[in-house]
């Protein structure tokens, strides 16, 4: 195509190579990548109702029927009637899962303390908000509209 990559070509292959160096951790403890962001996502004191999980996720909801599932069979999770809502469920971690979600957190952190150590944080910030605008863009639809 072109000789230079391409910006959505970089921002691929780096997402591609970020899920498969988390999979490969995660693989070490039984889990996956999508498993510790949903871990993550969970309130480990009140649980999170299961609709509020696909859109914080930007997951679609049957990605996250399965997910969900695979970590009910795993014991990292149970489903509980919502006090507040009768028509929903809240996911809750159980013990095993509060500690595979603090082993989520401690990978993401550890991650990001890799990273600020190797990039300076004037070139992180600039990262930061051009994302930020291009994500804007794309959830906007701003892009081929503008043809």
């Given amino acids: 195509m072109l000789k230079e990559k391409t910006l ?6 780096l997402w591609m190579g ?14 996956t990548m999508a498993i510790g962001y949903v871990l993550l996502k969970i309130d480990p004191q009140v649980g999170t ?9 930007g997951m679609e909801t ?5 997910t969900l599932k695979k970590m009910e069979d795993k014991g990292l999770i ?11 469920v809240l996911i809750k971690l159980t013990d095993y ?3 595979m979600r603090d082993k989520s957190k401690e990978t993401v952190l550890h991650f990001n303390e890799v990273i600020k150590q190797a990039i300076a944080e004037e ?13 804007q863009m794309v959830n906007n639809k701003e892009i081929f509209n503008q043809r």
């Fill in 123 to 135: 070139y992180l910030d600039i990262f930061r908000k051009v994302s930020i605008t291009m994500l």
């Fill in 8 to 13: 959505d070509q970089i921002i691929r292959e």
């Fill in 97 to 99: 899962g509060c500690k």
């Fill in 78 to 88: 149970y489903r509980e009637k919502n006090p507040f809502d009768g028509r929903s």
């Fill in 62 to 66: 049957t990605s996250l029927s399965r």
């Fill in 49 to 57: 109702p299961s609709t509020a999980l696909a859109p914080m996720l």
């Fill in 18 to 31: 970020i899920t498969k160096l988390y999979n490969e951790e995660a693989a070490k403890y039984g889990g």
